[in-house]
């Protein structure tokens, strides 16, 4: 075992990390085109790794994931921010917490959210008209916001929630950008940047406490879950004659019942639903209308599949299986634009990838915009290209070449709503609009918790 991987010099002190700061995502690719499977930098004064090799990345997440944890590195702010929600924690709090939640994400109940999906899609295309220039962004984050609080609250935010939750998302977002300085200065110290951060924090838990108490006493009545009125075959338990809803909601109220839910414990899970539960859909969704924009062969393409399968009638969640091409576009725009670009993990014991050796508590960074563009695993690489997830194309690559929801056990929870969001947005807008991006020169990113565009995202609507 060799004992040190190759990888870019740094500065005392700072490391490589002004560089990663600057623009993560050159920063990435370049390290892998570099050096391969594994590369050892310094983020500040934490030694990282970063693998290259899907066989290795497969090997953290799935093969030997009990090796590994969510790393405690990270500064304080997070930890405020999500606490010991599904995303953070770790050992026996993650895997009771993620069994208590597995019903909320069963099969049948995410079927059944389709209506919720077309019903808030709907919404949001009343507002549009032809010609108009929207901030897709924007509206998707909005949409996907209020589908998320239905579908897994039971609940339904007010237009005034929903401005407030989207105005404290930006301070929320600049505090995990990049900042090689951040790590010597304190969450608690009273900077600018940090007092815009806790008082959204605190503004977003107040819309929580909103929608529990508004939610009280109705924890256990079928009708407050959004499946109860699905179609029979497409329905959740709770819509099947089980007694109890079960939106993830209700769930928790039920088990903070029984003492097996602390209030903070109910806090850091519905935080973590709502921040995460949406902007990952958003992002995918804002990066696919770019990409059709881009790529008005694939555009066409799909307006023919959609036409082909769907008539004049919005798509359902019976449809999608029959939208490959859609599924494609999707699958694509998350390979060139994951909205997760990297994963850490910490390694609990020394290990060995790729023929070195990563000691105990150094970080492992997993990058899925460095793999996913990597010319090693993809030909043309930086091509917008559906049909590469044809499925003789995609049994060429390597597993693990492709992980915009992680892997293993601690795979996204919410994959298949997120899924199934995305398609019937997308499926549904298309139908009736074209959207062309009147921005620029090439898309600019920045670097946070996921990957955002640095500017608004607006296109102009063509009414189809």
Not at 96 to 120: E, K, S, T, W, Y
Not at 132 to 152: C, F, G, K, Q, S
Not at 208 to 230: F, K, M, S, W, Y
Not at 348 to 367: C, F, H, N, T, W
């Amino acid at each position: 075992m060799r004992a040190t991987p190759p990888g870019p010099a740094g500065v005392p002190v700072f490391g490589n990390s002004r560089q990663y700061a600057r623009d993560p995502f050159t920063f990435l690719a370049s390290v892998e085109a570099a050096y391969g499977d594994v590369a050892q930098f310094d983020l500040g004064p934490l030694e990282t790794y970063l693998l290259g090799n899907p066989r290795d990345i497969e090997r953290v997440l799935v093969t030997d994931a009990a090796k590994y944890s969510k790393p405690d590195f990270q500064d304080d702010a997070i930890g405020t921010l999500l606490g010991d929600g599904l995303l953070l924690s770790e050992g026996e709090t993650w895997r009771r917490q993620r069994q208590l939640a597995q019903p909320a994400f069963a099969p049948d109940r995410i079927a059944a959210m389709g209506d919720v999906i077309a019903r808030h899609t709907e919404g949001m295309l009343a507002d549009w008209e032809d010609g108009d220039v929207r901030d897709v962004h924007l509206d998707m984050a909005r949409v996907t916001v209020r589908i998320i609080v239905e579908a897994m609250f039971g609940s339904r935010l007010t237009d005034e929630q929903t401005r407030r939750v989207q105005e404290n998302l930006e301070p929320l977002g600049r505090r995990f950008e990049p900042n090689p300085a951040r790590f010597l200065v304190p969450d608690w110290v009273p900077t600018r940047e940090n007092r815009a951060y806790h008082d959204s924090v605190e503004i977003l838990e107040g819309i929580i406490d909103d929608v529990v108490a508004e939610r009280l006493g109705t924890e256990r009545d079928p009708a407050a879950d959004p499946a109860h009125d699905a179609p029979v075959g497409m329905a959740a338990d709770s819509a099947a004659g089980n007694d109890e809803p079960m939106d993830l909601l209700s769930i928790l109220l039920r088990a903070r019942e029984r003492g097996e839910q602390t209030q903070k414990q109910l806090r850091d899970e519905l935080m973590t639903m709502l921040l995460a539960g949406h902007d990952t859909t958003a992002l995918t969704l804002t990066y696919a209308w770019y990409l059709l924009s881009e790529h008005p062969t694939a555009e066409d393409r799909l307006h023919e599949e959609l036409a082909e399968v769907c008539g004049d009638d919005p798509p359902t969640a019976a449809d999608v299986r029959d939208l490959d091409y859609l599924e494609r576009v999707i699958q694509e725009s998350m390979r060139l634009y994951p909205p997760v670009y990297v994963i850490f993990r910490e390694p609990k014991i020394d290990v060995e990838l790729g023929g070195y050796r990563v000691p105990e508590g150094s970080a492992v960074m997993l990058s899925q915009w460095a793999t996913h563009r990597s010319e090693r695993w993809y030909d043309d690489p930086e091509a917008f290209d559906p049909d590469r997830w044809l499925p003789e194309r995609r049994a060429e690559r390597p597993r693990f070449a492709y992980f915009p929801f992680g892997g293993g056990p601690r795979h996204c929870i919410g994959k298949h709503l997120s899924m199934l969001e995305a398609k019937l947005i997308l499926g549904t807008v298309a139908q009736r609009y074209e959207l062309d991006y009147v921005g620029d020169g090439p898309l600019e990113l920045r670097g946070s918790l996921t990957m955002h565009p640095a500017d608004p995202m607006e296109m102009r609507l063509r009414a189809r």
